[in-house]
């Protein structure tokens, strides 16, 4: 069993196009933040499209360690495509960590007419 699988059975060492993973969103939660929409979509099941950077090192502890991280283009069931972390990438929704949620939908309409993208 490597040590990624040991440590972290949430996460997978290398994400292949195609593959399904579990979104949860681990950075800014702000309206005016410039991942807002990704945000908005946490705790959403998405679709790897590619890896769009390959991080710094061969396992995810190496990588996390380093503080370079893999980087993965993903596509959610509406359709927007955008880029995550790849510890925003779980194997199950079982493991979301986050005890909140996005806003609501009506908070989430306002801010986009505040902040129009």
Not at 11 to 30: D, Q, T, V
Not at 76 to 105: C, I, Q
Request: glycine share 6%.
């Amino acid at each position: 069993m490597s040590i990624l699988k040991k440590n972290y059975p949430e996460l997978k060492n290398l994400w292949h196009p195609g593959e399904m993973a579990y979104f949860e969103y681990h950075c800014y939660m702000g309206h005016d933040s410039s991942d807002a929409e990704l945000w908005y979509r946490t705790h959403q099941p998405v679709l790897v499209v590619k890896m769009t950077a390959q991080g710094a090192g061969r396992t995810y502890n190496d990588r996390a360690e380093a503080g370079v991280p893999r980087m993965y283009r993903i596509r959610f069931l509406d359709g927007l495509v955008g880029d995550a972390f790849e510890d925003e990438l779980y194997t199950d929704m079982k493991y979301w960590r986050r005890p909140f949620n996005p806003p609501s939908d009506e908070d989430i309409a306002q801010a986009r007419c505040r902040y129009r993208r």
